[in-house]
């Protein structure tokens, strides 16, 4: 699938303050929920750009991948059980962030 949303430097400046609000070791989903309920209208634009098919599965996998670009701030920790948006369990990242 194309890639419909750009992660530009501005998306980017966003999702570092989030990091740097985040505990010292977070998961994908606790990241996903941070961010959609700190930026509820950008977190919609990013849903709303994948609307034609699964747009929850697609917005949070390329959200959750992109936290691979944050070298500097944090370290991918392995996988953990963990909880989505929809209270369903199933396998994330976990992320732990540099010191």
């Not at 890639?3 to 010292?24: A, C, H, Q, T």
């Not at 370290?75 to 953990?80: H, L, M, S, T």
Request: contains cysteine; proline residues 2%; aromatic residues 16%.
């Amino acid at each position: 699938m194309a890639l419909k949303f750009k992660f530009d430097d501005w998306f980017d400046e966003r999702l570092v303050e989030l990091i740097k609000e985040m505990p010292d070791k977070f998961s994908s989903h606790e990241f996903i929920l941070a961010f959609a309920q700190k930026h509820q209208a950008l977190y919609i634009d990013l849903l709303y750009s994948y609307r034609e098919k699964d747009p929850f599965e697609i917005a949070h996998g390329r959200l959750a991948k992109h936290l691979n670009d944050f070298g500097d701030l944090i370290v991918y920790d392995g996988e953990v059980l963990s909880a989505d948006i929809f209270g369903r369990s199933n396998k994330c990242a976990s992320w732990r962030k540099k010191i």
